[in-house]
């Protein structure tokens, strides 16, 4: 996973403004050790010089797109070198049989950890650049999963750097030291002192708001996309560790719905492995052994994370020892445990049913209230964890 380095001060909004951008360069793909060159004069087992007849291959040359760091604010010996990786994880691998499909605008969190496991998230907005061909991508790192807050400022960002860089920077510079200010904690500051504009008056919408508020994510997505009964069924998985991979061809898409899932498991948080977007040079990571959850912009097959070995025969200790895979386009969710659902409290999982049935019946505009969602959901984990023993 990307390594991110240490912060100087728990004081700090967020620790770091990234550009990211696109280049296009020359690559010289070696041929694999067992296929290249033999050294002149070699002499197969047959003596005849060739090798088993067959054309041994040479490298070649092809054109490969790569994410690099442009500008980084403020200025540090060690800046996040692995963050582009994940700011554009749509780039294959050079020479890869798929094409890398990047899309022009997109809005999402990618979360870096470092090597003792500390999480920071990176709030990513991507748009165009006149000065390129390929999109850039701005990158807000902070401690603080606060969603809504940092959509907004990376909003606000954009519209900067169109202006200049040094535009951009002087909207962060007094924001990141505005974090006592933002959770109403006594402090010199004030948004009226702010010197710039912008950034005062972002503080100024999103002080007045409860703190929980700062982290609001969208349920609504997650739930209508696959149904109460299959995110009922998810986070049970979650909660009893799985591996779990959640695909879709959206990449905000992706990144809302694993966040939502993760939010869902309040009051517990995940401690294994844990990559919103995986990049797609990463994906050897899907083979990992230990629990994880992992989203892939891509679909994988119905028969992804099964063991061959123990196909068709043993589907169930297949389905067990494999990836739950949640196709957040299909609305499927494939090799899920069925046993972990029936751990479940059926009593509190009822009320929850019914009350998840009655919120997305409504057809809002935008879904189900984020608020009451995750109200219904937390008394659910409360009577499934916290209830009393039925003899008692």
């Not at 061959?308 to 969710?333: C, I, R, S, T």
């Not at 445990?337 to 929850?352: C, E, I, R």
């Amino acid at each position: 996973m990307a390594t991110v380095p240490q912060s100087n001060s728990g004081d700090e909004l967020f620790s770091h403004v990234l550009l990211v951008g696109v280049e296009e360069e020359t690559v010289v793909l070696k041929p694999p050790k067992r296929l290249r060159s033999k050294s002149p004069g070699a002499v197969s087992n047959n003596g005849t010089g060739s090798s088993n007849g067959s054309a041994e291959e040479q490298p070649r040359t092809v054109q490969a797109l790569t994410a690099q760091l442009k500008r980084f604010w403020p200025e540090t010996p060690e800046p996040l070198k692995n963050a582009p990786l994940f700011c554009f994880p749509e780039i294959q691998e050079p020479g890869s049989r798929q094409q890398s499909t990047i899309r022009a605008r997109a809005q999402f969190t990618i979360i870096l950890t470092d090597d003792a496991g500390k999480r920071e998230y990176g709030f990513v907005r991507r748009f165009g650049d006149a000065s390129s061909s390929w999109p850039v991508c701005l990158c807000v790192i902070s401690q603080y999963p606060w969603f809504a807050f940092f959509r907004d400022l990376t909003e606000i960002a954009e519209r900067r750097y169109a202006q200049s860089w040094d535009s951009l920077v002087a909207f962060a510079r007094p924001l990141q030291m505005a974090r006592q200010l933002l959770l109403n904690t006594p402090s010199l500051l004030t948004p009226e002192n702010l010197p710039d504009r912008d950034a005062a008056s972002l503080l100024g919408n999103h002080r007045s708001r409860p703190m929980e508020m700062l982290a609001v994510q969208d349920f609504a997505t997650l739930i209508t996309r696959l149904g109460r009964g299959k995110s009922i069924i998810l986070i049970a998985s979650m909660l009893m560790e799985r591996r779990v991979a959640f695909c879709s061809a959206s990449i905000e898409k992706l990144s809302t719905c694993v966040h939502a899932a993760l939010a869902l498991l309040s009051p517990f948080s995940w401690q294994h492995v844990l990559i919103p977007v995986l990049p797609a040079k990463l994906y050897g990571y899907l083979e990992a052994p230990m629990p994880f959850i992992i989203g892939v912009l891509e679909a994988l097959p119905p028969s992804f994370g099964i063991p061959q070995l123990l196909m068709p025969e043993d589907q169930g200790n297949a389905a067990a020892l494999g990836v739950v895979v949640v196709d957040l386009d299909k609305g499927e969710l494939r090799n899920a445990v069925l046993t972990d659902h029936f751990l479940l409290p059926k009593a509190a999982t009822k009320q929850l049913k019914n009350t998840l049935d009655m919120l997305i019946s409504q057809k809002q505009p935008h879904g189900p209230e984020t608020g009451v969602v995750f109200d219904c959901w937390h008394t659910w984990i409360r009577a499934t964890f916290y209830r009393k023993k039925e003899n008692e």
